[in-house]
């Protein structure tokens, strides 16, 4: 085998290589995106924890104004009764006054509930806000693995390509050109476009049989194409 078919198959190795670390460049921005979302639903719960205090310190007011009528009420029956002369007029707002008392009992009951409630929703927030804090610093530190694998992997792509253009550079024209337009084409990528011709005498690539003539150009490391699949051929040492 001719050095140069040797530096192909090696550079063929390294296109392969440079292929797999463009998908990892490729993929970093939907990765980006992926990781700033997760980032998206804790801020959503976190918000809508907040919400939850708000709601229940509103229910906590409610009540209290509720109870602030009922005492007032409460209050004008107590001064009226004080001028009341008639025994059944002072028997009803005896009966008002009670009334009132009741509905105060109900109302503070309520009220209980409802800073128990507000209690349940701040420790809500409270694992929210870890939770979102927690989230930050993940997201942070993949953002952070996402820039350095683009950093890495656009250095070693520029390494790579000045290699292979100096490779390249040693390999006859025809050659050049067919491996080039087919790493460019759907045989490109993570795929061979230079193959070797098996021992049963058919083409790596698509294991159809390679006719006599074309194995005597490739042993003489002359182009030779499969008449299937079109990649180029060569024959081991
Ligand atoms: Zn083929």
Avoid at 69 to 94: C, H, P, S, W
Avoid at 148 to 153: D, F, G, K, Q, V
Avoid at 177 to 206: H, T
């Amino acid at each position: 085998m001719q050095e140069w078919m040797q530096s192909l198959l090696d550079l063929q190795e390294r296109d392969m290589r440079m292929a797999r670390i463009e998908a990892l460049v490729k993929s970093v921005p939907a990765e980006k995106a992926a990781a700033e979302n997760g980032l998206k639903a804790a801020e959503a719960a976190r918000l809508a924890a907040k919400e939850g205090v708000r709601n229940a310190e509103m229910a906590i007011k409610a009540v209290e104004l509720d109870i602030e009528g009922v005492r007032t009420k409460m209050r004008d029956f107590q001064t009226k009764t004080a001028t009341i002369k008639k025994n059944d007029e002072y028997q009803a707002a005896l009966h008002q006054i009670e009334t009132c008392k009741k509905q105060i009992a109900a109302q503070e009951e309520l009220q209980m509930a409802a800073m128990e409630g507000l209690e349940a929703a701040k420790l809500a927030l409270a694992d929210e806000e870890k939770r979102m804090a927690a989230a930050k610093q993940r997201v942070a530190g993949m953002l952070g693995d996402l820039d350095a694998r683009l950093a890495n992997c656009t250095a070693e792509l520029e390494t790579m390509k000045a290699q292979r253009r100096d490779t390249l550079g040693n390999v006859p024209p025809d050659f050049q050109q067919r491996y080039e337009r087919l790493r460019a084409s759907k045989f490109g990528g993570g795929n061979r476009v230079l193959v070797a011709i098996r021992a049963n005498g058919s083409c790596d690539g698509c294991r159809m049989n390679v006719t006599a003539q074309i194995r005597v150009n490739a042993a003489k490391c002359q182009l030779a194409t499969c008449s299937n699949c079109g990649r180029i051929l060569y024959v081991e040492d």
